[in-house]
């Protein structure tokens, strides 16, 4: 949350001493274990109104023997009044989507009241434009599932039963909106748990990001950044034939609005921050990223000079390639510790910066904090013990999601080692781009051309 935000030049969050973090929304447990088996020194609050989410994460806790987690089994508008501090860190990735319009007043309520000034919030959501063609999908499952009446199961066997036999038919609805058909194919090759929360639940609701932002703003929320990282870049968000327009956006959430009709945005992972405070031009140099601790994902020769994101090709610079990687050998380290670095001597720390973006975004490296080796060791320890069996009973591996060691970084797994090779490209181009940011609504990679005679203004 912390580098996103800074991306978008919003100060981070001190997070060396205690801070707090709260989770709206428990799932299984296993994001806010993780957290908090890595921060011993913070304290971590889930709230979720169902039970089985509660009582999966309390045992969770239980195993990995954490003593800074507390479990509130509630919705979001019956803390009030529950002693609760206020928090450094709010997440919400799943209640504002099947939110009725009272739980989603409360939970902007929550965030006024709860967030502290500075704090930041993250909230993931189903977006419109792109999840426009699932709304008649839907209504044909649930109106029939619905009249075959049953639970949950025969609701959802019913519902796909349906789906199967009109698209099969080629009902009209889907000679005429073809993009309709692709969707439901998707959902019937998908979990069909995820299947059954994403159409059976009678709140279901997508919504534009405009819409989200007015919302937010209620509780003194304004938009810090997206996820995954690539977004906060235009040329790597935004075709190229869109970037001449998008440059006279006046802000970043005119930027946002516009863009999911470019992207046909169907998911969203956002960042605000509670601050009315301008944004800080050029973070990188002005102090932003000092405390963040890049740690190497992947062995130095698993890194390419060059990496595809999105419709684009990235390039480092070979000589900074190769003192990165040599410089990073040992470990994680930060942006101040690798401008001294002999090796790195000759690049200015502007290069050493955009060397660092570079291989955020090609997944070489993972931004987050240094914390002491002896407070970790029991926590992650434990929690590893715990997430390996819990792995072994559900006969499936989850290396990649294990903490390793004291650093509290992620393993990084054969599996994924193997993807991020294949990612890789073996050719560097002729003109490689560089990583910068400008002051613009959101970074760049390439500088600005003059606007077109004829492109409208955002």
């Keep these: 949350m912390n580098y996103i935000a800074a991306l978008g030049g919003h100060r981070p969050r001190p997070v060396k001493r205690s801070f707090a973090y709260c989770a709206l929304g428990c799932g299984d447990g296993l994001s806010l274990a993780l957290l908090a088996a890595s921060n011993p020194h913070a304290r971590f609050v889930g709230v979720d109104e169902d039970a089985s989410s509660i009582a999966a994460t309390r045992e969770l806790a ?16 019956q803390t009030s009044r529950k002693e609760l501090p206020p928090f450094d ?22 965030l006024e009241r709860r967030l502290k ?10 977006a419109l434009p792109g999840c426009a063609d699932a709304l008649p999908a839907r209504e044909m499952m649930v109106t029939y599932a619905n009249h075959k009446g049953g639970d949950a199961d025969e609701r959802l066997r019913n519902g796909l039963a ?6 099969e038919s080629r009902a009209g609805l889907f000679e005429r909106r073809p993009d309709a058909l692709r969707h439901l194919e998707d959902l019937l090759a998908s979990d069909p748990q995820r299947a059954a929360r994403d159409y059976l639940t009678a709140d279901w609701r997508p919504e534009y990001f405009s819409s989200v932002s007015r919302s937010l703003a209620e509780a003194g929320l304004g938009f810090a950044g997206a ?72 062995l130095p020769q698993e890194r390419a000079a060059v990496t595809r994101v999105g419709d684009v090709d990235l390039a480092l610079q070979e000589s900074l390639a190769g003192a990165l990687q040599t410089a990073m050998a040992n470990g994680p380290t930060t942006l101040l510790e690798l401008s001294a670095t002999a090796g790195l001597a000759g690049f ?22 240094r914390k002491p080796a002896a407070a970790l060791r029991g926590g992650i320890s434990a929690a590893n013990h715990a997430l390996l069996e819990r792995a072994a009973a ?8 294990r903490v390793d060691g004291a650093r509290g970084r992620p393993r990084v797994s054969h599996r994924r080692r193997a993807r991020l090779r294949g990612s890789a490209r073996a050719k560097q181009r002729a003109h490689p781009r560089a990583v910068h940011c400008h002051d613009g609504p959101a970074g760049t990679l390439s500088r600005r051309h003059p606007r077109a005679e004829g492109t409208p203004r955002a």
């Design 62 to 77: 239980a195993r990995c023997a954490l003593t800074n987690v507390a479990l509130i089994e509630a919705g979001v508008g």
């Design 89 to 110: 860190f709010i997440a919400a990735r799943g209640q504002w989507s099947w939110a009725k319009d009272k739980a989603r007043a409360d939970m902007v309520s929550f």
């Design 117 to 126: 000034p500075g704090g930041l919030f993250t909230l993931g959501y189903h």
């Design 162 to 167: 349906y789906v199967r036999f009109m698209t």
């Design 227 to 298: 996820w995954p990282p690539a977004l906060n870049y235009m040329d790597l968000g935004v075709p190229s034939r869109f970037q001449e327009f998008f440059l006279t956006a006046p802000d970043r959430d005119t930027f946002e609005a516009h863009v999911d009709f470019v992207r046909d945005t169907r998911y969203r992972i956002d960042y605000y921050v509670r601050s009315r405070a301008a944004r800080v031009p050029d973070p990188w140099a002005k102090g932003l990223f000092d405390a963040v601790v890049f740690t190497p994902m992947a």
């Design 348 to 369: 200015a720390p502007a290069e050493v910066a955009r060397g660092l973006q570079y291989l955020v975004l090609a997944q070489g490296l993972a931004p987050g904090v």
């Design 394 to 401: 559900a006969g499936e591996e989850r290396s990649g999601a």
